[in-house]
């Protein structure tokens, strides 16, 4: 079952706009559900003759019904059913922010009558009422959790029932084989011969489609989640110099003294529309330091979890047997990227004593920037991030999962079609694949998942 199916007279409240103290000049108490205006009119006091109109601004207090006191001075904006997020009545407190009145608030709302609402309940009765497929509801926790504008974009798209189309014109192109298919089954004396290469050509088209959404779906990961680098390299080679490069500010102590960073600095930042976390790295070299130590075994494990390395090595003094030592740390099937730094420091025309063997090369001055958009380009084309500016939709991890599961129904089913086996036999698969794409939008999904999907939520969406 859904954590918190909607019932006859169940009403649902929560705060819906992040809550800090200090912070923010107005929050927002929402309510769903049969007795959200009747809470409301209980609660809200507003001068005057104003009229209690779906969508119409009222200004007055927040009253404490027990003894008249004010709680706050508001604004309360009523939007009656169906014309709601909810397609329930919804009535929203704009109260002022911070966090003793808003608090408040909510708890008179909940004395009242209604319930805290789940993470996502709201969300959760837009789709089980109609007023979003699953696909637009997952979009709206996405945009939430953008980090680029980009990412953003990307979750307006599935917002506006860009990828829902995608998905049900895929599916209904299904649907209308199994109809041929399956009438072929019942009544083929009655009906003009089926054309079996044309329906194996419709089904290798959608599933064709469908490995094209599977393999972009890595891009709209990058732009969801982002990427964690790591700089690493010898003492002095640059990359706190590098770090604040990326970065565009002054993130990391900068000297000529080796060993200066000694713990691992993080800095978070945007390149190109895919947010990156940089892991700065204390330098890894033998050393008696015990603090310097620990510093280097925090790179050692930074190595281990980061997304793509950037190996940096110093121009001047050429590749060394200390940085081909660095390039066996890092772990197989880790992206990994030699950067050559200090070209400023070479005279013009001249080469470093020594190069890498083999493996992407870029070279700048961490100092100059010079060559900082070829490194930025060559990171993100090694991580499969270099074309994500053209990706129009993307497949989040439930429905690549979902995506993957029928393109391979489909491979199945076209096996079965070479056999030359009747038409009830190719109908098996192409059902699972149906099925699965009408998990995607919605349309065929168990409460079970409903409820996992909507747990993911913040309150108050």
């Known amino acids: 079952m859904p954590p918190f199916p909607p019932l006859p007279g ?70 009656r059913a169906p014309r709601s997020f909810t397609r329930e009545d919804v009535v929203e407190f704009h109260c002022h922010g911070g966090l003793v009145a808003v608090r408040r608030v909510l708890e008179l709302v909940l004395a009242a009558g209604a319930r805290l609402a789940g993470p996502g309940e709201f969300s959760q009765r837009a789709f089980l009422n109609g007023r979003l497929d699953l696909t637009r509801a997952e979009a709206i926790a996405e945009m939430i959790a953008s980090r680029s504008q980009r990412a953003a974009e990307l979750a307006m798209a599935g917002l506006d029932g860009g990828l829902q189309r995608r998905i049900s014109g895929l599916r209904e192109r299904l649907l209308d084989q199994l109809a041929e298919l399956e009438a072929r089954v019942d009544f083929e004396e009655d009906l003009p011969p089926l054309d079996g290469t044309l ?48 970065s565009r500010r002054e993130r990391a102590i900068v000297t000529d003294l080796p060993g200066t960073t000694r713990d691992l600095l993080e800095s978070d930042l945007v390149l190109d529309g895919v947010p990156l976390t940089l892991l700065d790295t204390a330098g890894i070299r033998a050393t008696d330091d015990r603090v310097e130590r620990l510093g280097i ?65 870029v070279t700048i001055s961490a100092l100059t920037g010079a060559g900082r958009d070829d490194l930025v380009a060559a990171l993100l084309g090694l991580c499969g991030a270099g074309d994500v500016q053209g990706l129009q939709v993307a497949l989040n991890g439930r429905q690549r999962q979902l995506a993957a599961a029928a393109a391979t129904s489909l491979e199945r089913s076209l096996e079965t079609a070479a056999l030359g086996l009747p038409w009830d036999f190719w109908t098996i698969d192409l059902r699972g694949a149906i099925a699965g794409l009408g998990a995607i939008t919605g349309e065929e999904v168990s409460e079970a998942v409903l409820e996992r999907i909507f747990s993911r939520f913040c309150i108050g969406k």
């Open 199 to 246: 329906v194996r050509a419709e089904l290798e088209a959608v599933r064709d489609e469908l490995e094209r959404l599977v393999a972009e779906s890595r891009q709209g990961e990058l732009l969801r989640e982002g990427l964690r680098v790591a700089i690493v390299g010898r003492p002095n080679v640059g990359k706190s110099s590098l770090l604040n490069l990326l």
């Open 297 to 361: 075994e925090r790179s050692r494990q930074a190595l281990a979890g980061a997304d793509a390395v950037l190996l940096l090595f110093d121009r001047v003094a050429g590749w060394s047997a200390a940085d081909e030592e660095l390039r066996e740390l890092v772990p197989e099937g880790v992206p990994l990227l030699l950067v050559g730094n200090k070209s400023d420091a070479l005279p013009p025309g001249a080469a470093s004593t020594g190069v890498p063997p083999d493996g992407p090369l």
């Open 10 to 79: 169940d009403t649902i409240a929560a705060i819906a706009t992040a809550v800090a103290a200090g912070a923010g000049s107005v929050a927002i108490v929402r309510l769903s559900g049969p007795q959200a205006e009747a809470i409301g009119r209980r609660l809200f006091v507003a001068p005057g003759a104003q009229a209690w109109e779906s969508h119409r601004v009222l200004y007055g207090h927040v009253v404490d019904p027990a003894d008249g006191q004010r709680v706050d001075e508001a604004l309360l904006l009523p939007m």
